[in-house]
């Protein structure tokens, strides 16, 4: 089956929790804080694995998640890293976040890579939090989440060359002419319903990929027929070939077939409509009337294009439109489908959760919630006074005390932060 887009959900791992140990050997008084760090969470790493020609696999698993970092242990022991979680993807493969619908990564060659959710970082021991004041330092700092979000898979095709066209004028035929490729043929539209790739080896030595792009049929681009499924895979090749049937056999007007397909291309996307065409006059063994034909050849060459009479069926022209492809192509310049503007930049990311937030419930108790006060929460020992202090003057410096102010807060109130409860005083 043929799947070029996919909605997943990836969460990397978390980080792992450093340890609150102190070193107790019967020759070493006063060993002193020796609690590990944490390892760090695994990361969702995509890969392009050119064996692959369809995103199958995220068709029945939407959600992966990476493996949390092992948490430290005594004698400065660190946690062990999670294992980076890698999904592979075919070539060509735009990955999207959801939420902003910028694009975190084209991949498009062997090997290209990109992290998309990152690795918790793991929390530091108590061994770090010691000082000449403080000694003997009861906390520890948890590990950060695992970044999470849900993304959106594309896959638009590498193909140098696509072929473009009406429902039965012949694409899949001249694919099969002048590539190894195999595609299924009828008299009949709608014959390909998924994108046919195949190698073109020249004459003259060099090669080029050419998709065949399932037949377009107006009302394309509003979704009407397969036109509005396989478009995007157009989107990468450097030169259109626009085959149109010139034999008239099925009762259509050569000249406006070739207008209505322009017209979707640009209803999908502007740029396509100034990309190179070349204009292919196919089943020319079935013309009756060869006034047909130079009166679109004459037609379509006023506007600017090249046009090539042929016959797919008994490779009469098929040559040189290949010839001609294969000259064009070394003056196109590659094509980039994402411009700076539209990638993904985490800074400006508006959607991340707040890393604060207060509301007062109906009891007027000020609840305090915010990832970096969760990990906060299990660095205190609550019991230990040393402990208590560093967790006060975490509040003030990540400015929860001033936020709770600026809410009217006063001495006596209670603030709720997750399980733990405390009466505010100034």
Same mark, same amino acid.
Do not use: C
């Given at each position: 089956?043929?799947?070029?887009? &996919?909605?997943?959900?990836?969460?990397?791992?978390? *980080?792992?929790?450093?340890?609150?140990?102190?070193?107790?050997?019967?020759?070493?008084?006063?060993?002193?804080?020796?609690?590990?760090?944490?390892?760090?969470?695994?990361?969702?790493?995509?890969?392009?694995?050119?064996?692959?020609?369809?995103?199958?696999?995220?068709?029945?698993?939407?959600?992966?998640?990476?493996?949390?970092?092992?948490?430290?242990?005594?004698?400065? $022991?660190?946690?062990?890293?999670?294992?980076?979680? +890698?999904?592979?993807?075919?070539?060509?493969?735009? /990955?999207?976040?959801?939420?902003?619908?910028?694009?975190?990564?084209?991949?498009?060659?062997?090997?290209?890579?990109?992290?998309?959710?990152?690795? *918790?970082?793991?929390?530091?021991?108590?061994?770090?939090?010691?000082?000449?004041?403080?000694?003997?330092?009861?906390?520890?700092?948890?590990?950060?989440?695992?970044?999470?979000?849900?993304?959106?898979?594309?896959?638009?095709?590498?193909?140098?060359?696509?072929?473009?066209?009406?429902?039965?004028?012949?694409?899949?035929?001249?694919?099969?002419?002048?590539? =190894?490729?195999?595609?299924?043929? &009828?008299?009949?539209?709608? %014959?390909?319903?998924?994108?046919?790739?195949?190698?073109?080896?020249?004459?003259?030595?060099?090669?080029? !990929?050419?998709?065949? +792009?399932?037949?377009?049929?107006?009302?394309?681009?509003?979704?009407?027929?397969?036109?509005?499924?396989?478009?995007?895979? !157009?989107?990468? %090749?450097?030169?259109?070939?626009? +085959?149109?049937?010139?034999?008239?056999?099925?009762?259509?007007?050569?000249?406006?077939?070739?207008?209505? /397909?322009?017209?979707?291309?640009?209803?999908?996307?502007?740029?396509?409509?100034?990309?190179?065409?070349?204009?292919?006059?196919?089943?020319?063994?079935?013309?009756?009337?060869?006034?047909?034909?130079?009166?679109? =050849?004459?037609?379509?060459?006023?506007?600017?294009?090249?046009?090539?009479?042929?016959?797919?069926?008994?490779?009469?022209? !098929?040559?040189? !439109?290949?010839?001609?492809?294969? $000259?064009?192509?070394?003056?196109?310049?590659?094509?980039?489908?994402?411009?700076?503007?539209?990638?993904?930049?985490?800074?400006?990311?508006? %959607?991340?959760?707040?890393?604060?937030?207060?509301?007062?419930?109906?009891?007027?108790?000020?609840?305090?919630?915010?990832?970096?006060?969760?990990?906060?929460?299990?660095?205190?020992?609550?019991?230990?006074?040393?402990?208590?202090?560093?967790?006060?003057?975490?509040?003030?410096?990540? *400015?929860?005390?001033?936020?709770?102010?600026?809410?009217?807060?006063?001495?006596?109130?209670?603030?709720?932060?997750?399980?733990?409860?405390?009466?505010?005083?100034?």
């Amino acid at each position: 089956m043929f799947i070029d887009k &996919a909605r997943i959900f990836v969460k990397a791992g978390n *980080g792992g929790n450093g340890s609150v140990s102190f070193r107790r050997e019967k020759y070493v008084p006063a060993g002193g804080p020796d609690g590990g760090d944490g390892g760090r969470g695994a990361s969702i790493i995509f890969k392009v694995d050119t064996g692959l020609r369809t995103l199958m696999d995220f068709k029945y698993k939407k959600k992966y998640v990476g493996e949390p970092g092992a948490d430290g242990s005594k004698k400065r $022991q660190a946690g062990k890293n999670g294992e980076d979680l +890698i999904l592979k993807v075919p070539p060509g493969t735009i /990955i999207r976040d959801e939420a902003t619908n910028l694009v975190i990564a084209d991949l498009k060659h062997d090997g290209d890579e990109a992290v998309v959710a990152k690795g *918790g970082r793991g929390g530091k021991g108590n061994q770090h939090f010691a000082n000449a004041v403080r000694q003997a330092p009861s906390f520890a700092k948890s590990g950060t989440d695992g970044e999470e979000r849900w993304v959106i898979l594309e896959l638009k095709m590498i193909a140098d060359v696509g072929l473009l066209g009406f429902p039965n004028v012949g694409k899949s035929t001249f694919l099969s002419v002048v590539t =190894k490729a195999r595609p299924k043929i &009828a008299n009949y539209h709608f %014959t390909t319903l998924t994108p046919n790739l195949g190698v073109v080896k020249t004459n003259f030595g060099d090669s080029f !990929v050419l998709a065949d +792009i399932p037949g377009l049929i107006e009302g394309a681009a509003e979704g009407v027929g397969l036109g509005h499924d396989f478009l995007r895979h !157009v989107e990468r %090749t450097k030169v259109l070939i626009h +085959i149109v049937d010139i034999s008239g056999i099925e009762g259509r007007d050569p000249i406006e077939d070739f207008d209505k /397909i322009n017209d979707e291309l640009k209803l999908y996307n502007e740029k396509l409509s100034t990309r190179p065409q070349i204009v292919v006059a196919n089943k020319a063994d079935l013309l009756f009337d060869e006034s047909i034909y130079e009166n679109f =050849k004459k037609t379509l060459e006023d506007r600017g294009y090249k046009v090539f009479k042929m016959s797919a069926a008994t490779r009469d022209g !098929v040559d040189d !439109v290949i010839a001609y492809t294969s $000259q064009l192509l070394q003056e196109v310049e590659d094509v980039e489908l994402v411009s700076e503007e539209e990638y993904y930049r985490p800074e400006l990311d508006n %959607t991340a959760e707040e890393e604060l937030a207060i509301e007062i419930d109906e009891n007027g108790v000020y609840v305090v919630t915010g990832k970096k006060l969760r990990r906060i929460m299990y660095s205190v020992d609550f019991d230990d006074m040393e402990s208590i202090q560093f967790f006060q003057k975490t509040m003030e410096n990540e *400015g929860v005390f001033d936020r709770l102010r600026e809410m009217g807060i006063e001495d006596g109130d209670t603030v709720k932060i997750y399980e733990v409860e405390f009466e505010f005083y100034n």
